[in-house]
């Protein structure tokens, strides 16, 4: 086993390793958490497809044996639009038709609603309480009337695809759940490796739902949700509740 890899943050440990018949690999120990307790099994779901391939797992000791990508450079540095061509591609393959042992994204809903003032009073007020607000609205009116149930990577960001051999790009670092399509863009929306400004933001979701065919009002009601369920910690919540507020004001 190599040098373990810099920049994780979920896991316990991630590094490079070789398996039996000299294939590249990456031992992955994780950090036990809700958000990722069925990483192995959307893993599995995909079977490579658009994602890293799982080789093994040992689910007594948290430990994932990975498909490793080479050369692994993150999407991010390709570009915006590169990028976005990518995910427009991506997307479609990684929503596959899902269920249990998934988290349902109407459930996680319902952890982010019980929980969200009570944080926000907690962390301060970070932000106006429109924002509050707007997605305590989504959170409560659109799990009921979700579309079909597919496979969500709720984490996919330009830093979470990698360029590998056996195809160019892959995911990695699912954190799983089901729920519909619509869901499925938030984090790439949100995120700020592909630039953070309004017009950025706003592009990055007009172009999305306009070639993924997804419901506008939707989409942007579970960007919000998200961005904000998500918004409570010292290094995203400025970040966060500004493309909130972008979104919102282009309502």
Same mark, same amino acid.
């Given at each position: 086993?190599?040098?373990?890899?810099?920049?994780?943050?979920?896991?316990?440990?991630?590094?490079?390793?070789?398996?039996?018949?000299?294939?590249?690999?990456?031992?992955?120990?994780?950090?036990?958490?809700?958000?990722?307790?069925?990483?192995?099994?959307?893993?599995?779901?995909?079977?490579?497809?658009?994602?890293?391939?799982?080789?093994?797992?040992?689910?007594?000791?948290?430990?994932?044996?990975?498909?490793?990508?080479?050369? %692994?450079? +993150?999407?991010?540095?390709?570009?915006?639009? /590169? @990028? !976005?061509?990518?995910?427009? &591609? #991506?997307? *479609?393959?990684?929503?596959?038709?899902?269920?249990?042992?998934?988290?349902?994204?109407?459930?996680?809903?319902?952890?982010?609603?019980?929980?969200?003032?009570?944080?926000?009073?907690?962390? %301060?007020? +970070?932000?106006?309480?429109?924002?509050?607000? /707007? @997605? !305590?609205?989504?959170?409560? &009116? #659109?799990? *009921?009337?979700?579309?079909?149930?597919?496979?969500?990577?709720?984490?996919?960001?330009?830093?979470?695809?990698?360029?590998?051999?056996?195809?160019?790009?892959?995911?990695?670092?699912?954190?799983?759940?089901?729920?519909?399509?619509?869901?499925?863009? /938030?984090?790439?929306?949100?995120?700020? &490796? #592909?630039?953070?400004?309004?017009?950025?933001?706003?592009?990055?979701?007009?172009?999305?739902?306009?070639?993924?065919?997804?419901?506008?009002?939707?989409?942007?009601?579970?960007?919000?949700?998200?961005?904000?369920?998500?918004?409570?910690?010292?290094?995203?919540?400025?970040?966060?509740?500004?493309?909130?507020?972008?979104?919102?004001?282009?309502?």
């Amino acid at each position: 086993m190599g040098e373990p890899f810099e920049g994780g943050v979920a896991s316990v440990l991630v590094a490079p390793a070789v398996t039996a018949d000299g294939q590249e690999a990456v031992l992955k120990v994780q950090d036990p958490h809700r958000e990722s307790e069925h990483e192995a099994a959307a893993l599995e779901l995909w079977d490579g497809d658009g994602a890293v391939r799982l080789l093994d797992y040992e689910p007594e000791e948290f430990a994932l044996l990975l498909e490793r990508c080479v050369p %692994g450079t +993150p999407l991010s540095a390709a570009g915006p639009e /590169a @990028a !976005l061509d990518v995910f427009g &591609e #991506l997307l *479609p393959r990684l929503w596959k038709p899902a269920g249990s042992p998934f988290g349902s994204l109407a459930a996680e809903a319902v952890w982010w609603a019980d929980s969200l003032e009570e944080t926000w009073e907690r962390f %301060g007020r +970070p932000f106006e309480r429109k924002l509050l607000d /707007a @997605a !305590l609205e989504a959170l409560h &009116e #659109l799990p *009921p009337t979700q579309g079909a149930q597919v496979l969500l990577h709720q984490d996919l960001h330009g830093d979470n695809v990698l360029a590998a051999q056996r195809e160019p790009w892959l995911a990695i670092d699912p954190k799983p759940l089901a729920g519909e399509r619509e869901f499925g863009i /938030a984090p790439i929306v949100r995120s700020s &490796e #592909l630039g953070h400004s309004r017009r950025e933001v706003l592009e990055r979701f007009e172009r999305l739902t306009a070639e993924l065919g997804l419901d506008r009002d939707r989409a942007r009601g579970w960007t919000i949700a998200q961005t904000i369920a998500w918004a409570f910690d010292g290094r995203h919540h400025c970040g966060h509740a500004e493309v909130a507020r972008w979104l919102l004001e282009a309502a």
